[in-house]
């Protein structure tokens, strides 16, 4: 079988691969398709970690082999690679993704390959099929934005809640917009993203108020006049961002930072911004069962459609394009298929 895997210079590259056999408890899917996120990027820009290696996983795929009983073949799924184990210390006390068992990648090889194993343990925690209804181009979201979901519950929002910032407007500042959108219909949503093009695709997804980082003035005061906005979500990343979201969050309000950070990344801040004014600044990271199952129901209840972010639909072997157009932020979610 064909599948895209990394490249020594940090790229992908199309190779045969021999097909996984599966065991109890297992199941063999064919790829529907599987979206190239900021992680595999992320990974591909370490030079720490040995070429050969399949990424992707934001999988949806077709069952064509099942030695579990809870699938069969023919049966349409999401899988997501990460599950906790449920029962350590970290797990029942709700840090899921801190588990020493989450990180084990549960897609054998990955999701850019044209069929994947799925062990076990995906398939009793976080394998789940899909109604006819549901678009595959949005599925290929369950995962991504269950990571999202957990930084929104995460941020401690209320449904009196007025004001929300999101700093950047790629593919995750516009999930957040959506499953915020999704989440607290009310809320007052601003985007903060310096390109044009991408702060256009934000107000036409339904952002209240759009702006350029530089704006930062405008931006707590459409966020709210007096206070500030209750939660800023920080996809972006680094100095810049960083100060911007202290700036635009109220007295008592939380910064959730969501965005990679590379080993040694630092940020400075003032220590009153934190301390005087109890602001609270957290970090979210991936998603657990549970939180895929609320966007998979969000999704398939018809509150939540991330398809219009995908700009790109491309076969396995064009792969190193996609990972060109995703670096030159000429796109906003590629779509991979086989
Ligand atoms: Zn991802
Ligand atoms: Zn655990």
Do not use: W
């Amino acid at each position: 079988m064909k599948v895209a895997r990394t490249t020594a210079d940090g790229n992908l590259e199309l190779a045969e691969a021999p097909e996984p056999a599966i065991r109890a408890g297992e199941a063999l899917i064919e790829l529907v398709c599987c979206g190239l996120c900021g992680t595999d990027l992320y990974k591909l820009a370490d030079a720490g970690r040995p070429p050969g290696e399949v990424l992707g996983h934001e999988v949806v795929g077709r069952v064509i082999e099942s030695r579990a009983d809870s699938l069969r073949p023919g049966d349409r799924v999401v899988a997501p690679h990460h599950a906790p184990c449920g029962e350590c210390r970290l797990c029942r006390s709700g840090a899921e993704t801190m588990c020493p068992g989450f990180a084990e990648n549960l897609l054998d090889p990955g999701g850019f390959s044209e069929r994947l194993r799925l062990k076990a343990r995906a398939v009793e925690r976080t394998v789940r099929t899909l109604d006819d209804g549901l678009a595959d181009e949005a599925a290929a979201f369950v995962e991504p934005a269950a990571c999202v979901l957990r930084g929104i519950d995460r941020a401690g929002l209320v449904r009196e809640t007025q004001a929300v910032v999101v700093i950047g407007a790629g593919s995750m500042g516009l999930l957040h917009l959506l499953v915020l959108r999704a989440s607290f219909p009310g809320a007052r949503i601003l985007v903060a993203e310096p390109d044009p093009g991408r702060r256009a695709t934000a107000r036409q997804l339904g952002a209240d108020t759009v702006v350029a980082p530089d704006e930062f003035t405008d931006l707590v005061d459409a966020a709210n006049p007096r206070t500030g906005a209750d939660a800023v979500f920080d996809t972006a990343g680094g100095q810049a961002a960083f100060d911007l979201a202290l700036l635009a969050t109220r007295p008592g309000g939380r910064v959730v930072l969501f965005a990679h950070a590379t080993r040694d990344a630092r940020v400075t801040f003032d220590i009153n911004a934190v301390f005087k004014s109890e602001r609270q600044v957290i970090g979210a990271y991936s998603g657990s069962p549970a939180e895929q199952k609320r966007v998979l129901d969000m999704m398939h209840g018809g509150a939540l459609d991330p398809s219009p972010l995908v700009t790109h639909r491309l076969p396995l072997d064009r792969a190193a394009e996609a990972v060109d157009l995703c670096r030159r932020q000429a796109a906003l979610k590629i779509l991979l298929h086989p």
